[in-house]
């Protein structure tokens, strides 16, 4: 549905992210930024701001290392907050319970901030963040034990994947699906559109142009 009119750098091991993207078309190469996520979670009043200084963080770090003359660079950055607690990824199973359980019964909010970096003549940065309320409906200890079991807590904010097998603990979703997953998706696209970066078509579409 869509093409790259430039080559697109997503600055994220994320899968679901790149999924996401490939969905529609964007093909991007992987470039993980290894900015280290500790020293921004300070302003805890402030989710917002941490997950857009994250995401410009580490596309200035993608675009610094670039040799590519015209290229795009997409970082983001996510983390769950659960009654003013911040929740990023657990580092035990012992945390992905504890993280569940507060989770259980309650409403939270996923945060995903999102930074757009082009570089052409200019440098061009631009920086969003997105909010869904998620609800979850109450689960017992033995659901929590039989998901943590399953390994797929571990490499996500909140504990949790909207997208796989925690997709039963989920009562109702206020806002942006995707940006649960991690990429707020139509703001990014048009974000990208804006800029350039991608136009609407398709490989056949370009592949008859050139013919022409």
Known sequence: ????????????ASPRRKLLLE????????????????????DIDNPSRIVESLARAKAQWVIDRTTLPRVAVLAADTVVTLEGKLL????DAGEARAMLSSLSGSVHQVWTGVCVAVKSRKLEMRTWSCCTEVEFRKISGEEIDAYVLTGEPFDKAGGYGIQGMASGFVRTVRGSYTNVVGLPLAETIQTLIELE????????????????
């Open 1 to 12: 549905m869509y093409i790259n009119t430039m080559p697109i750098i997503l600055a994220s």
């Open 23 to 42: 969905q529609v078309g964007i093909v991007p190469k992987v470039i993980p930024s290894p900015v280290e996520e500790e020293g921004f979670l300070k």
């Open 88 to 91: 990023g990824k657990p580092a």
């Open 197 to 212: 970066v991608i136009r609407p078509g398709t490989t056949q579409s370009l592949t008859t142009q050139s013919s022409l």
